[in-house]
């Protein structure tokens, strides 16, 4: 029996299934198109770990330049954003981090993936892969979101999904090609922005 | 034309290169993905989620595997995702006796599909599931293996011999087996 057994399960295993027709397979291709159409797939030969990942779709809103701490801490949970007003500080994910001053503007980041388990961002401001800031999901609305403390200048950045994937943002105001082909998202801070 | 030829189309811009991939490919997911989540709903759902992310991860494809290796450590990551999210198949086949299950089939003439062996893939642990079905229904190496499920060739081997041993035990008492 024994011998028998397994060929016989084996050559059964290699037998198809009667799964995948023409409707299944054009509905993969919509959807290929569609990320198509999104940018994908991304050229990202020869870059470190965290410029290697896949990419999926992020969003981001921004809410940057913003003149006041009092309107400021309106975008930011209630113990951080009163420990925010007690400290003169801001927050970075659950961390109070540094001192709110004319040059550190507060911004906030949101990502739609009601799939993904963990979402972080990396950017400039962040060392990149090496210390990548989670973002924080809403049970009710499924999107995942940041507060960051960023300096004036320029920011490069993206988001890292479920700890594989990295992409930029298509909603960032603007995006840059590296020298290496790939779209970064950039985000710009100054004071005329206020 | 080779996959690797035509990954280098769609990366050049040629988008609907991309369907000879899934057509090339899609018989071979389907007795994966059917086989490891239990029912073709999910592996449909697990085989769309398996090509859309190859093809977005393309570029991370590295010439040194197979492509279809490749894919299928996809496949089969999206397979445990479809799992995990879904406890349907516990309530279809718990209660399902094998001595009811017709295995009533010719020795020497059975060859092709067994649907019976479908279910009972579905009363081993999914460990063993996923190790007997990589290495028969794709025939794959163990060392193919080990880089798709990241467990170690022995310990496949040993899923593979104990999975073998708990479908024998399933069918003990079923005669011409």
Known sequence: MSEFFERRVARALRSDVPLGDELARRRVMERVRHAAAEGHPVRRRGEPWYRRQRHSIVGLTLAAGIGGLSTLSAALPGAQRDAGARLGAVVIGDTVVGTLHDTLRLVRLMFDAPDAQRVEVAGDFNGWGASPTPLVRDERSHHWSVTLALHDGEHRYAFVVDETRWTPDPRADRAVQGGDGRIYSLLSLSRAAN | ?177
């Open chain 2, 1 to 177: 034309m080779s996959d690797r030829a035509i990954i280098q189309q769609v990366l050049a811009g040629d988008v609907e290169a991309f369907a000879q991939i899934v057509d090339r490919h899609y018989a071979r997911c389907a007795r994966i993905a059917v086989r490891i989540v239990g029912n073709r709903e999910d592996a449909e759902e697990a085989i769309q989620d398996a090509f859309l992310r190859a093809f977005k991860a393309l570029d991370d494809y590295e010439d040194r595997e197979r492509f279809s290796a490749w894919l299928t450590r996809i496949l089969v990551n999206q397979c445990r995702t479809v799992l995990a999210r879904s406890k349907r198949r516990d309530a279809v086949f718990l209660d399902l006796d094998p001595r009811q299950l017709d295995f009533a089939v010719d020795a020497e003439e059975s060859e092709g599909p067994w649907p019976e062996l479908d279910r009972m893939l579905d009363r081993l642990p999914a460990e063993q599931r996923e190790a007997i079905v990589l290495k028969y229904a794709d025939d794959l190496t163990y060392q193919e293996m080990s880089r798709i499920t990241g467990a170690g060739e022995s310990a496949l081997k040993m899923r593979v011999q104990r999975a073998f041993a708990r479908l024998r035990a399933l069918l003990q008492e079923v005669p011409n087996v």
